[in-house]
């Protein structure tokens, strides 16, 4: 038999060979754990989220969102007066009351108010009834348009942000001729019992670039968790357009006698941002403003 003759045979038995070897199975992708509050959060293996505290979850779902309804008692919303907030929220698929939530920094619920001059903050946690509504007395305390921002988490869904823009009775200016834009302001600011300094890095933000806040806490001694995390941030831009909702990334101890906390955040775009940024010193919660001008990215 010939080389060529015996090559031929080789490659025909190699052939058949790999026919009868079945190729290897696809390797499942590897699961990662997503908490569903803070999706930046990620990790290889099951836990809770550090930021948060929530259970991290396989494979987060597309956000979907329930129908959610703000509705008020006088409905001709009066300014400086008592008035009753009333926030239902609906099953999306079925047109159902929720009516359970999933604790988030130990409420149910945190609804923001801002005022369009930028002037009135506040963060609120209205009452959970049996009917799955939430209900918050207040006042609000001059005439013109605020922002509501809720967050919450129905059980069985994904995580909510549902905004709304109310207008006192008889306030005839919009909210788009309403647009104020305050100085920057990084100043030192001093609570009752804790002061707060702020240091950005970049210097200048960016739209749509990362962002560092660094807030150094004096005294440390006493600091503590509030709501489940050590600090709370509000960012609204000077139009209300965007609403940021957010928490802490790194907590340390900077120097004796200071701490340090920091944030992340990615402005959306060009505009004026007021900051309000939340944090406990025994048991005293001190809320320090901060305004921070933010270009575009030329």
Not at 18 to 41: G, L, N, R, S
Not at 72 to 90: C, E, G, M, Y
Not at 239 to 263: A, C, N, R, S
Request: proline share 12%.
């Amino acid at each position: 038999m010939t080389r060529a003759v015996l090559a031929c045979a080789f490659f025909v038995l190699l052939a058949a060979v790999a026919q009868q070897v079945p190729p290897p199975e696809p390797q499942p992708a590897p699961v990662e754990f997503i908490c569903p509050m803070d999706p930046e959060v990620r990790s290889t293996a099951p836990g809770k989220c550090p930021r948060c505290g929530m259970t991290l979850v396989a494979n987060i779902p597309e956000p979907v969102e329930c129908p959610t309804r703000f509705t008020f008692t006088p409905p001709q919303i009066p300014a400086n007066h008592d008035l009753r907030l009333k926030i239902s929220v609906a099953d999306p698929k079925t047109g159902v009351p929720v009516k359970h939530f999933q604790i988030i920094h130990e409420k149910p619920i945190h609804l923001f108010i801002v005022s369009e001059d930028l002037q009135y903050f506040s963060h609120e946690h209205p009452d959970l009834g049996p009917d799955g509504i939430f209900r918050l007395d207040t006042r609000l305390p001059k005439p013109g348009n605020y922002k509501l921002l809720a967050d919450f988490f129905p059980e069985g869904s994904t995580p909510q942000l549902i905004s709304d823009v109310i207008t006192t009775a008889g306030y005839k200016r919009s909210l788009s001729h309403s647009v104020t834009r305050p100085p920057a302001d990084l100043t030192p600011k001093h609570g009752e019992n804790l002061d707060v300094s702020l240091t950005i890095d970049p210097e200048q933000p960016l739209a749509g670039k990362k962002t560092m806040l660094f807030f150094k806490l004096k005294p440390a001694e006493g600091v503590e968790p509030y709501l489940g995390a050590w600090g709370h941030m509000l960012a609204a831009s000077n139009d209300l357009v965007d609403m940021i909702h957010t928490h802490p990334i790194y907590v340390t101890d900077f120097t004796p006698g200071e701490k340090q906390i920091q944030f992340n955040l990615f402005f959306p775009r060009e505009a004026i941002y007021r900051v309000w940024v939340q944090f406990q010193r025994q048991r005293k919660v001190t809320t320090a403003v901060f305004t921070i001008p933010v270009s575009s990215l030329k």
